[in-house]
């Protein structure tokens, strides 16, 4: 275990010096790799956070001198900067005690705020609201078309990767990654202004059902990351209504790309396109490391055997369909709240229309984002597989142990980094499972990695029956089932049909599993998460920011979830 800082750690900013692995978790659960730092994130990632920040108007040049004011590494894992999301708040006009109550519930480990010079400056205020007026008002948003467009750009110009030299495969990831910086401005824009709509109708229906703002978020419509449920629903359908197709999903996952390829052209011919239109998700999907749906094909068609099993009527579209019922009442609901005052009629509509707007915003972005990061991504896949075949590195994913400084020298003599690697690989893996700060104030001492315990080992508390476990009011509905404890989405073979899963995070990996669930329950998920947006889409109940659910619920307990009141009851253990 590394005494003080891994490799890839960052120094913290002095002007924003407070960070919060929430929210961070829904990106990167897992320890990143060091490429995936030292290539992708430092230089390029939170620099474009940054200035994705500025475009809110609640930020100027000084306040990001320092480029980890977005986010930084702290023990090999992601934190965002809690400072920044404070200084917003109190820029807004909303107020740091707002902010935290809102995104931090109270948490008992919350650092208290204190004041920095040139905080509280009033000059962006006028700023602020300009920013708050387009995001409640502007039927579109050209920037974020744009990234889409270079994005989908990228992917179309992917040379046949085998063909180049190590040395244009190492310039091909770098070449790609610049365009990282530019597409973050649409994450973090649409991140930031997704806020706007929801508190506004906070501050509109105040008095109201308090369940009333999640149940109007629902049905945003067009948001990219439950785009590959549905498409995997369809090659589900292809599957369940051939018998021999599935006589072949029932030999089991393994090999079954090939083995379909000429028995049955038409569903090898639809998967092939999935893997070119969504192989860029995946689990952990923000670290160039990690394995994805277009490296390791047996993950999306171990989906689709699980969504096979599901009669029409669960169809994620006939879902959605029951949900726009529940949001076309709860905006009854909300106008009947508001009354005949034509000016908060209309502050209510445009407040709906900029949350549903923003949800997709947001998931756009991380789409973007994380297909361009994929580009790079593949590069190196190549370069580790060739690398791996002539005995170079032990297995084709420890070029990703490499730090990006690292790459021109093992061009140049391909196997002087393997015995680096292997001893860096297990200093590495010690990071995984760590049981993690929920926030660092960089103004204290930051405890050593090697202070900390690790998750397994906390001992936390069983429940019983008549237990109601607490978090986040995510997606309506109120549904009772069996709890299916999964951690990891590639482990989720005892998901049955109408569970309620149980996940630690999710990102949009996950999201196919959602479809086959009745309802989901997570470990982690501050406001407008991924967990919450998706649920929300496809139509089932969710309540993110359970801590620990997923060692506190057993496996097979019968719970109720009420994703409006943000409840989970135990029923039977």
């Excluded at 480990?109 to 387009?134: H, R, T």
């Amino acid at each position: 275990m590394p005494e003080s800082t891994w490799i890839i750690d960052t120094e913290a900013s002095p002007r924003l010096p407070v960070y919060t692995r929430m929210n961070a978790n829904d990106v990167l659960s897992d320890p990143i790799s060091p490429l995936g730092a030292s290539m992708c994130w430092i230089p390029h990632i939170f620099r474009g956070w940054c200035t994705g920040y500025s475009q809110t108007g609640a930020f100027g040049n000084d306040d990001f001198v320092h480029p980890n004011g977005s986010g930084g590494f702290f023990y090999g894992h992601l934190y965002v900067n809690l400072s920044a999301t404070r200084l917003f708040g109190l820029r807004s006009g909303v107020g740091v005690e707002t902010v935290d109550s809102i995104w931090f519930g109270g948490h008992p480990d919350l650092p208290p705020y204190i004041p920095q010079p040139g905080d509280d400056d009033p000059s962006f205020g006028p700023k602020v609201a300009e920013f708050a007026a387009w995001a409640m008002s502007s039927p579109d948003y050209p920037d974020i078309e744009e990234d889409r467009r270079i994005a989908a750009e990228l992917r179309a110009q992917r040379p046949d990767l085998t063909t180049l030299s190590a040395a244009a495969l190492v310039a091909r990831a770098r070449a790609v990654l610049a365009y990282e910086r530019l597409v973050w401005r649409g994450e973090t824009v649409g991140g930031v202004g997704g806020s706007i709509g929801p508190g506004a109708l906070g501050q509109l229906l105040a008095g109201a059902d308090p369940t009333l703002v999640i149940r109007l978020s629902s049905n945003a419509g067009d948001v990219d990351s439950a785009a590959p449920a549905f498409a995997m629903w369809e090659l589900s359908r292809l599957v369940r209504n051939d018998a021999s197709l599935g006589a072949e999903f029932d030999k089991g996952v393994a090999g079954l790309r090939d083995r379909v390829r000429t028995s049955h052209a038409d569903f090898s011919a639809a998967f092939e396109q999935f893997l070119y239109d969504f192989g860029y998700r995946g689990p952990n999907e923000w670290d160039m490391g990690s394995d994805v749906w277009e490296t390791r094909p047996e993950l999306p068609l171990g989906m689709i055997e699980r969504m096979r099993l599901l009669d029409e009527d669960q169809s994620p579209r006939s879902r959605a369909a029951e949900q726009q019922k529940l949001a076309d009442a709860a905006m009854a609901e909300a106008r009947a709240h508001v009354g005949d005052n034509a000016e908060a009629l209309a502050t209510l509509d445009a407040a709906v229309r900029s949350t549903h707007r923003f949800a997709g915003y947001r998931e756009r972005g991380k789409a973007n984002c994380v297909r361009v990061l994929h580009e790079a991504r593949m590069a190196m896949v190549e370069l580790g597989r060739r690398l791996a075949a002539s005995g170079d590195l032990a297995k084709p994913a420890d070029i990703f142990l490499a730090l990006d400084d690292e790459l021109d020298a093992l061009v140049l003599d391909p196997g002087y980094l393997r015995d680096r690697l292997a001893a860096r690989e297990a200093e590495w893996k010690q990071l995984f499972g760590l049981d993690l700060p929920m926030f660092i104030d960089t103004t204290q001492p930051i405890p050593p990695a090697s202070s900390l315990g690790y998750v397994t080992s906390k001992e936390v508390e069983g429940v019983k029956v008549g237990d109601v476990l607490t978090g986040g009011a995510s997606s309506a509905g109120t549904i009772q089932g069996r709890a299916c404890v999964v951690l990891t989405p590639d482990a989720a073979g005892d998901l049955e049909p109408g569970d309620i899963l149980v996940a630690p995070q999710t990102d949009p990996s996950w999201t196919p599993l959602f479809v086959v669930s009745g309802a989901v329950v997570v470990d982690v998920g501050a406001p407008n998460s991924h967990a919450m947006i998706v649920s929300r889409e496809l139509g089932i109940p969710c309540v993110a920011g359970v801590y620990d659910a997923t060692r506190r619920i057993p496996n097979g307990a019968l719970i109720e979830v009420d994703g409006a009141a943000g409840t989970v009851t135990i029923l039977e253990v």
